[in-house]
């Protein structure tokens, strides 16, 4: 009897999940152990400011609400850069273990990336509070993004034992 193949679709989805794994990984290192979030806090305030001074008067009062969110996320991640880089650097290796198992067609590296992927959306919530708006919106994207490679992965379980 043959050893199992991997099909090129679970392919393909390790693949991008290795390269979003090694991302997170660097991020995580970037918050955890460098300035870069309190030079990129510095940054964005220069940007909001003169974004600002560019509005005109009659601008939207949604907008200039949108951006003080952006801006007092930006603060409160900046603050808490090394909880969340010690989180992102846990949730990316548990991500990267359970999709190297599911690369070698192992059923339990589905649920592995599955903790891992809830993890990640979670932590940011826990040590951030509710964050407003503008991280609202952030959460969801990367909650829709997860969801997808979840459900993709999951169409892929039949080829893992």
């Known amino acids: 009897h043959a050893p199992a193949q991997r099909s090129t679709f679970l392919t393909v989805l390790c693949i991008l999940s290795f390269i979003g794994g090694l991302w997170t ?3 995580g290192y970037r918050n ?5 979030p309190q030079k ?8 909001m400011e003169k974004a600002h001074a560019e509005m005109d008067d009659e601008a939207l009062p949604v907008v200039e609400d949108l951006m003080g969110s952006a801006l007092v996320m930006a603060e409160n991640a ?3 850069a090394r909880e969340l880089g ?3 650097l846990l949730m990316a290796a ?3 273990f359970g999709v190297w198992n599911m690369w070698n067609l192992r059923r339990r590296g589905f649920w592995i990336y599955l903790v ?4 990640a959306l979670a932590l940011p919530a826990v040590i951030l509070g ?11 994207f990367t909650g829709l993004i997860s969801l997808v490679f979840i459900v993709l992965y999951a169409l892929n379980l039949k080829e893992m034992r």
């Open 94 to 96: 548990l991500s990267l």
């Open 86 to 88: 010690y989180g992102e």
């Open 32 to 36: 955890a152990f460098t300035d870069a």
């Open 25 to 27: 990984l660097w991020s």
């Open 130 to 140: 509710g964050g407003g708006p503008m991280a609202s919106i952030g959460l969801l």
């Open 78 to 80: 900046a603050a808490h």
């Open 116 to 119: 891992a992927s809830v993890g």
């Open 40 to 47: 990129g806090l510095a940054e964005a305030r220069e940007r």
